[in-house]
């Protein structure tokens, strides 16, 4: 009898990204592999050309399922929703999914990357920025991007994003809000925010997924 390969996610504790795709393995009941690639040590280890050989862009977090490599984090919970649909993590109805998946892009795509690594390195590096203006730009962008996640949740969220069953939206919002946290951001007006990623941390599968529980953390 074949045994199945786990699967494996290069990922880094703090990469929220990663933490996503962490919180949906989890949330599925996936058993998998964390493989740490760490984003500041080695100049970055993602550029290692071993890794670039996986990632062409040089980002985490990867997933590898048998010979199946998935890059971007989104596609990864898409791709895990349709390889391993129970429990699901989008709605079965056409509207309520595509709902779970704005939120999630509201996020993913309009929030993460103006605060991303990269782009926070870019503006001190390249642009002179100070520090004091660097923490002004995540901050203005995370609060004013999760205001309008807020305002997007209060049109039907449940105990979570969209009813009362985590979905991939949840899977988007914790990290962001935790980055939120880390970085001083000002969520005191974010009620249903604040309501659903504390809705969130009292899962144990969520928990494990958390930064500092991951064997790289630091």
């Given amino acids: 009898m074949t045994t199945k390969p786990k699967l494996v996610l290069y990922s880094y ?17 996936l058993d998998y592999e964390i493989r740490p690639i760490h984003l500041v040590k080695d100049g970055g280890q993602q550029y290692a050309d071993g890794y670039l050989a996986l990632n062409p862009q040089g980002l985490v977090p990867t997933l590898v399922d048998g010979d199946t490599v998935i890059t971007q984090s989104l596609a990864m919970l898409e791709y895990l929703e349709e390889r391993y649909p129970a ?8 509207a309520g999914r595509a709902r779970v998946r704005a939120i999630a892009l509201a996020i993913a795509c309009d929030i993460h990357p103006l605060n991303n690594l990269r782009v926070l390195k870019h503006l001190v590096a390249e642009l002179d920025v100070s520090e004091e203006n660097k923490l002004d730009w995540y901050r203005h962008w995370t609060e004013s991007g999760l205001a309008a996640v807020e305002r997007l949740l209060a049109q039907g969220a449940g105990d979570f994003c969209h009813g009362d069953e985590p979905s991939l939206a949840d899977c988007c919002l914790l990290p962001q809000v935790y980055n939120a946290h880390r970085f001083n951001c000002n969520m005191t007006s974010l009620r249903e925010v604040l309501r659903i990623s504390k809705n969130l941390e009292a899962l144990d599968s969520v928990r494990q997924a958390a930064p500092e529980n991951q064997p790289d953390a630091e």
Avoid: T
Wanted: hydrophobic content about 40%; aromatic content about 8%; overall charge positive.
């Fill in 13 to 29: 504790w703090r990469s929220s990204a990663s933490y996503r795709v962490r919180m949906a393995l989890n949330l599925k009941g």
């Fill in 87 to 94: 429990p699901a993590l989008l709605p079965s109805d056409p």
